[in-house]
């Protein structure tokens, strides 16, 4: 499995940009996935996630309301919408995914998620 991540740049802040991950190899729509981000001098922490169908979401406190996570499983693709940025959005942001049921419903720790992204730096300035 590859996940190819793309989207980023440098936006000014309260605006909006859409990254995407596009996965090859295996079967994309039962794949958990989800979208970490790491800022500078932190550590990697959890975004939002998108179920095996598309219909449960999770999203962490800071990026709720703003941020929207979607896939297209006849694109093999997932998408995060990002609006209302603010520099501390600011990082890079990696697509994950779960690749195998292993006793939840849904996966927001590192630890789960078998197949990391690239990543792709988002900078927001204000």
């Known amino acids: 499995v590859q996940l190819q991540a793309s989207g980023g740049g440098l936006v000014q802040a309260g605006g909006s940009l859409r990254l995407s991950c596009a996965a090859s190899?295996?079967?994309?729509?039962?794949?958990?996935m989800a979208w970490f981000r790491q800022a500078p001098g932190k550590e990697r922490e959890f975004v939002a996630s998108?179920?095996?169908?598309?219909?449960?979401?999770y999203y962490a406190d800071s990026v709720k309301g703003r941020f929207t996570i979607s896939r297209d499983n006849a694109k093999n693709t997932v998408s995060l919408q990002m609006n209302i940025l603010k520099p501390e959005d600011t990082a890079v942001y990696y697509c994950?995914?779960?690749?195998?049921?292993?006793?939840?419903?849904?996966?927001?720790?590192?630890?789960?998620?078998?197949?990391w992204g690239q990543g792709t730096l988002v900078t927001v300035s204000s």
């Open positions: 190899g295996g079967t994309f729509g039962t794949y958990f």
């Open positions: 994950a995914a779960v690749t195998s049921y292993k006793g939840r419903y849904y996966y927001t720790e590192e630890s789960y998620f078998d197949y």
């Open positions: 998108i179920g095996w169908s598309g219909g449960a979401t």
